[in-house]
C-alpha cells in the first residue's frame, strides 16, 4: 500500500525520472517475494488527475540484495519500502527487520527505475494541485488512462480528474485528499488499510506516520511490537493485579480512617 508521499519544489534529477528531494513510501502488508515486487509497476498522476505520468518498476537484483542482507526470502508483513530521488542520501539495503530495521530506500535511477517499456513516458513529479501515487499488477499499464492493474492508490485533488475518481470509486473517497497542497508537504495516510489522509509539513521517510498508522504498522510486525497483541491471559492478569491494588490502596485509606 501506498502510505506517504512527498512534495517539495525540486526538478528532476538527471537520468533518475524523479524529482531529486521527493519520496513516496510503501507499506508491505503480507508476506512478498523480490520477483512478485519485481513485476509490479508504481508511479504517479499528472497534476490534473487525468492521466498516469510517470511509471516506475523495482529492480530484482536490488531487491534480492536487500533480503540477503536481512538472511530472508520474503519481505515480511510491516516493512516500509522508500523510493527516493538522488539528493535524499545513498540508497540503504540495510533491511533487517529480526533486529528492528524495517525500512530500506532505494534511489530512483538506481533500485528503483523507470520502466523500459515507455508507454507512459514522463517524470516522477508531486503536483500541487494534484497527484494519484499508485502501484499496479499491470507491468506495465498501456495507456496513460489504464488503471485496470491498479492495487492501491493515493492521491490529492481538489478537482479530481479522471484518475483520481477511479481510485476514489475502486479503493473508497479517503483514497483521495480534496485539496491541493503546498510545496514542503507530505500526504500521509494516519489511517490503517481504511485511509485517513493528511496534508502536513511533517516528513516521516521510512517512519509509520503516527496515530493509527503506527498502531497498525506495528500489528503488522508482529506480538513483540504491538502492545494490543499482549495475549488474553496476561491481560487477565494484569487487571486482577491493578484490581488487587487498587482494593489494598482502599483497606489501607479505611484502615487510616479508623486509626
Ligand atoms: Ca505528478
Ligand atoms: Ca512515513
Redesign the pocket.
Do not use: C
Given at each position: 500500500m501506498v502510505n506517504e508521499y512527498r512534495n517539495t519544489g525540486g526538478t528532476v534529477g538527471p537520468g533518475t525520472k524523479m524529482v531529486r528531494d521527493e519520496y513516496i513510501e510503501f507499506v508491505i502488508t503480507e508476506s512478498t517475494t523480490a520477483s512478485s515486487l519485481a513485476s509490479l509497476t508504481f508511479g504517479?498522476?499528472?497534476?490534473a488527475t487525468s492521466m498516469l505520468?510517470?511509471v516506475f518498476r523495482f529492480d530484482q537484483a536490488t531487491l534480492d540484495q536487500a533480503l540477503t542482507n536481512a538472511n530472508l526470502t520474503a519481505f515480511l508483513p510491516g516493512t516500509i519500502i522508500v523510493v527516493k530521488g538522488v539528493n535524499l542520501g545513498a540508497q540503504s539495503l540495510a533491511y533487517d527487520p529480526l533486529n528492528g530495521g524495517w525500512s530500506f530506500e532505494l534511489v530512483a535511477g538506481q533500485g528503483a527505475r523507470d520502466h523500459s517499456e515507455t508507454l507512459v513516458n514522463?517524470n516522477?513529479?508531486?503536483?500541487n494541485n494534484g497527484?494519484v501515487v499508485w502501484i499496479s499488477s499491470s507491468n506495465p499499464p498501456a495507456r496513460n488512462s489504464d488503471t485496470s492493474g491498479f492495487i492501491h492508490a493515493i492521491g490529492h485533488d481538489n478537482a479530481p480528474g479522471a484518475i483520481a475518481t477511479t481510485v476514489a470509486a475502486a479503493f473508497g473517497s479517503e483514497n483521495i485528499l480534496a485539496s491541493t497542497i503546498t510545496t514542503g508537504r507530505s500526504i500521509a495516510n494516519e489511517g490503517n488499510t481504511t485511509e485517513s489522509l493528511v496534508s502536513t509539513t511533517a516528513a516521516t521517510m521510512g517512519q509509520p506516520n503516527g496515530g493509527l498508522n503506527t498502531t497498525w504498522i506495528e500489528g503488522l510486525r508482529g506480538p513483540a511490537n504491538d502492545l494490543n497483541a499482549v495475549p488474553e491471559p496476561s491481560r487477565t492478569l494484569m487487571t486482577l493485579i491493578g484490581m488487587t491494588v487498587l482494593q489494598s490502596l482502599r483497606q489501607r485509606r479505611k484502615g487510616g480512617l479508623h486509626a
Amino acid at each position: 500500500m501506498v502510505n506517504e508521499y512527498r512534495n517539495t519544489g525540486g526538478t528532476v534529477g538527471p537520468g533518475t525520472k524523479m524529482v531529486r528531494d521527493e519520496y513516496i513510501e510503501f507499506v508491505i502488508t503480507e508476506s512478498t517475494t523480490a520477483s512478485s515486487l519485481a513485476s509490479l509497476t508504481f508511479g504517479d498522476a499528472n497534476d490534473a488527475t487525468s492521466m498516469l505520468q510517470g511509471v516506475f518498476r523495482f529492480d530484482q537484483a536490488t531487491l534480492d540484495q536487500a533480503l540477503t542482507n536481512a538472511n530472508l526470502t520474503a519481505f515480511l508483513p510491516g516493512t516500509i519500502i522508500v523510493v527516493k530521488g538522488v539528493n535524499l542520501g545513498a540508497q540503504s539495503l540495510a533491511y533487517d527487520p529480526l533486529n528492528g530495521g524495517w525500512s530500506f530506500e532505494l534511489v530512483a535511477g538506481q533500485g528503483a527505475r523507470d520502466h523500459s517499456e515507455t508507454l507512459v513516458n514522463g517524470n516522477l513529479n508531486i503536483g500541487n494541485n494534484g497527484d494519484v501515487v499508485w502501484i499496479s499488477s499491470s507491468n506495465p499499464p498501456a495507456r496513460n488512462s489504464d488503471t485496470s492493474g491498479f492495487i492501491h492508490a493515493i492521491g490529492h485533488d481538489n478537482a479530481p480528474g479522471a484518475i483520481a475518481t477511479t481510485v476514489a470509486a475502486a479503493f473508497g473517497s479517503e483514497n483521495i485528499l480534496a485539496s491541493t497542497i503546498t510545496t514542503g508537504r507530505s500526504i500521509a495516510n494516519e489511517g490503517n488499510t481504511t485511509e485517513s489522509l493528511v496534508s502536513t509539513t511533517a516528513a516521516t521517510m521510512g517512519q509509520p506516520n503516527g496515530g493509527l498508522n503506527t498502531t497498525w504498522i506495528e500489528g503488522l510486525r508482529g506480538p513483540a511490537n504491538d502492545l494490543n497483541a499482549v495475549p488474553e491471559p496476561s491481560r487477565t492478569l494484569m487487571t486482577l493485579i491493578g484490581m488487587t491494588v487498587l482494593q489494598s490502596l482502599r483497606q489501607r485509606r479505611k484502615g487510616g480512617l479508623h486509626a
